[in-house]
C-alpha cells in the first residue's frame, strides 16, 4: 500500500464529500441526514454496517477471528451561525461544522474507501466508527453503550486544529486532552427596589463574589504544577436596573489532567458556593453532576507504532511535538473499554488568510488535512493489523 499514491487518487473525490456535508451539519443526535450520507458512501463501497440508534453508524472491514480494533469519527455540527462566505456554506441556519467534524467523517470515509481495496491484507476486524454527539459528550457512551466496543482493543481518533500549521502532525502518548466538567449553581434570594437594599438579599452581589472566590481556587488551592482551569461562562442575574435582583445562575466548567484534582475542585467548588452564599443571606442550588469524560490518554504503545508508521509517510518537519489541550473530548470514554490513542492534525491554512479558531463561526481548514487524517488513520492500521503480502 502506497499510501500517499492511493489518497493522491481519490482528493477530489474527498473534497467533494466534506463540501457536501458541510452544507449540512445537524446537532447532537439529531445527525439524521448525516448519517444516511454516510450509509450511502459506505453501500458505494460494499462496506456492512449497523446503524448506532439513534443516530450515526458503525461500518466493518475486514474479518473476524484476529484483532479488533475501530476507527472514530464524530459527525455532529455545532449550533452556530456560519458567516465563513464559502460557495458550500452550512444550507441549515444556526447551524454549522464549526468544530472540523465534516473533515473527520470524510478523513475516514476516505481511509474505508483505500481498506476496503486492501481487505485482503488485514489479519483483523476495522470498525469504522461514525459516532453522534461529541460536542454534548454523550456519543461515545452511546456507543460503548450500545455494545459496539464489546470486543474492541484499540480504538484511534483524530481531531482537526486550525490553530494548528496544516502539515503539522502530532501523535504523542500521555495525556493529551482534559476532562471536562460542567456545573450550575442558582442563587435565591430577596427581590426589592433598588434604592431599598437593606431590604432584600441581591443575589447579583452574591453572584459576583461567588465568581471572584471561585477564581483563588486554582490561583492559589491547586500546585502550580498541576494544570487545571475554572471558568464562569454564563452569570444570568436581573431583570431591570431599578430591581435589585431575587435570582441568579451561574454555569461554568472545571479541565484537569487528574482525576484526584477534579475531585478536590468539585469538593472546594461546592463549599465556597455555599458559604459565600450565606455570608450574603442567599440560597445556593448546586448541580454537578459527574464529569462528562475523563482526561485522553495515549496508549504509550499505540502512540509509539504510529509515530514510526509517520516517520516513513510525512517528512520529519512535520512531526511535531505539541502541548496537550485543556480542551474535552468524548472520545476518552473509549478508554473505559479499550486502549486509545488520539492524534491532532493541523488544519491552519498558510496562504496568509485569517485562521479562526474551532467553534468561531468563520472557523474552516485548509482541506489538506482531511487527507493527512485519512493518512494517519491509515498508518495505525499498518501498525496494527496490516500485513503487505495478506495473510
Do not use: W
Request: proline fraction near 4%; include cysteine; aromatic fraction near 8%.
Amino acid at each position: 500500500m502506497d499510501i500517499n499514491r492511493e489518497i493522491e487518487q481519490i482528493q477530489t473525490e474527498i473534497k467533494a464529500l466534506r463540501q457536501q456535508f458541510h452544507r449540512y451539519p445537524e446537532l447532537a443526535c439529531e445527525e439524521y441526514k448525516t448519517t444516511e450520507m454516510i450509509i450511502e458512501e459506505l453501500e458505494k463501497l460494499q462496506i456492512p454496517y449497523k446503524r448506532i440508534d439513534p443516530t450515526g453508524v458503525v461500518g466493518f472491514i475486514g474479518e473476524k477471528g484476529g484483532k479488533v480494533i475501530a476507527l472514530r469519527a464524530d459527525i455532529d455540527g455545532l449550533p452556530v451561525q456560519e458567516e465563513t462566505g464559502l460557495s458550500y456554506t452550512s444550507e441549515i441556519s444556526g447551524q454549522m461544522h464549526a468544530c472540523g467534524h465534516d473533515g473527520h467523517i470524510t478523513g475516514l470515509l476516505g481511509a474505508a474507501k483505500i481498506l476496503k481495496k486492501y481487505e485482503k491484507n488485514l489479519t483483523g476486524l476495522v470498525k469504522l466508527i461514525f459516532q453522534p454527539a461529541e460536542e454534548n459528550a454523550v456519543g461515545a457512551n452511546i456507543v460503548i453503550e450500545q455494545g459496539y466496543l464489546d470486543d474492541v482493543e484499540e480504538v484511534f481518533g483524530v481531531h482537526i486544529f486550525s490553530d494548528i500549521p496544516v502539515g503539522q502532525i502530532s501523535i504523542e502518548p500521555g495525556p493529551r486532552m482534559a476532562s471536562t466538567d460542567k456545573f450550575m449553581i442558582k442563587l435565591y434570594g430577596k427581590s426589592g427596589h433598588a434604592a431599598k437594599p437593606h431590604l432584600c438579599a441581591d443575589t447579583t452581589v452574591a453572584a459576583a463574589a461567588i465568581v471572584m472566590n471561585l477564581q483563588t481556587i486554582v490561583s492559589r488551592r491547586i500546585d502550580p504544577l498541576d494544570d487545571a482551569v475554572l471558568t464562569i461562562g454564563r452569570l444570568q442575574s436581573g431583570t431591570a436596573y431599578n430591581v435589585i435582583s431575587g435570582e441568579a445562575v451561574l454555569e461554568g466548567t472545571v479541565r484537569t489532567f487528574s482525576v484526584e484534582t477534579e475531585q478536590y475542585i468539585k469538593e472546594l467548588l461546592i463549599r465556597i458556593v455555599r458559604e459565600t452564599a450565606t455570608m450574603y443571606g442567599i440560597e445556593a442550588i448546586i448541580d454537578y453532576p459527574d464529569s462528562a469524560h475523563p482526561p485522553l490518554v495515549n496508549d504509550v504503545d499505540i502512540a509509539k507504532r504510529v509515530f514510526e508508521e509517520a516517520k516513513q509517510v510525512f517528512p520529519q518537519e512535520a512531526l511535531q511535538s505539541l502541548p496537550k489541550l485543556m480542551l474535552g473530548e468524548d472520545f476518552a470514554n473509549y478508554q473505559k473499554k479499550a486502549k486509545v490513542a488520539f492524534a491532532f492534525v493541523g488544519g491552519g491554512k498558510c496562504d496568509g488568510s485569517t485562521n479562526y479558531l474551532n467553534h468561531h463561526s468563520h472557523f474552516d481548514f485548509d482541506e489538506e488535512a482531511m487527507s493527512n487524517a485519512t493518512k494517519m488513520h491509515l498508518l495505525y492500521i499498518k501498525s496494527t493489523i496490516y500485513k503487505e503480502n495478506g495473510r
